[in-house]
């Protein structure tokens, strides 16, 4: 009785393994060189697939930067990076988490307008995919923080919400299950592709 020979299942092109008989060796070398132009055309299009989804995750340039490091400028943009904001009420220049890393503090009821400059996308004139990122400290528990509004007349509600209790979030989306601590910053990304996430 023959010993039964074991093979890997991938081969090197028309590489036969040792041991078969003539009829499954003919039969393999046939399979090979009639689905050559069918892997090539497989390879190609997983090759298009591949690139076309790494082009299609290409994060989009940066449209505005604001660092609040000039005591003199709060609302100065970074150059090249958008437009100096808008104060409506009042804000104070105050130490960063780090030595030279300057904050703002901004006045209870008062905010910044800013021009981003990012084309809306969608069936409407808004813009619908975006991401913020804010770096934050907050002083006392127990009060309402917005962190933004897209409506530029702020006539009705914000976006994104720190609650009485810290936690962060908003009714339509939800509240984080953690809680913020007082004077201790944060970094928080917001993630926006309405219709898919926030």
């Known amino acids: 009785m023959p010993v039964p020979y074991i093979y890997p299942k991938i081969l090197k092109e028309y590489e036969i393994p040792f041991g078969i008989s003539e009829s499954i060796k003919s039969k393999l070398e046939k399979e090979h060189t009639m689905n050559a132009p069918i892997r090539t055309i497989a390879l190609l299009l997983l090759c298009v697939c591949f690139f076309a989804s ?39 220049w105050d130490e960063g ?70 936690n962060i979030g908003v009714a339509a989306t939800g509240y984080s299950a953690f809680a913020l601590a007082t004077d201790e910053w944060y970094r928080l990304i917001i993630s926006v592709n309405n219709g898919t996430h926030y």
């Not at 449209?63 to 958008?82: H, T």
């Open 54 to 92: 790494a082009y299609a995750q290409e994060p989009p340039a940066r449209k505005g930067w604001w660092k609040f490091d000039e005591a003199a400028n709060l609302v100065k943009a970074e150059p090249g990076f958008g437009s100096d904001l808008e104060l409506v009420g009042s804000h104070q």
């Open 97 to 166: 988490p780090v030595a030279g890393n300057g904050c703002t503090r901004i006045g209870v009821g008062s905010y910044y307008k800013m021009t981003h400059g990012i084309v809306p996308n969608g069936s409407d004139s808004l813009v619908n995919e975006y991401s913020l990122q804010i770096d934050f400290l907050i002083p006392a528990i127990g009060n309402w923080y917005t962190f933004f509004q897209i409506n530029p007349d702020n006539s009705d509600d914000g976006e994104c919400f720190i609650n009485t209790s810290g």
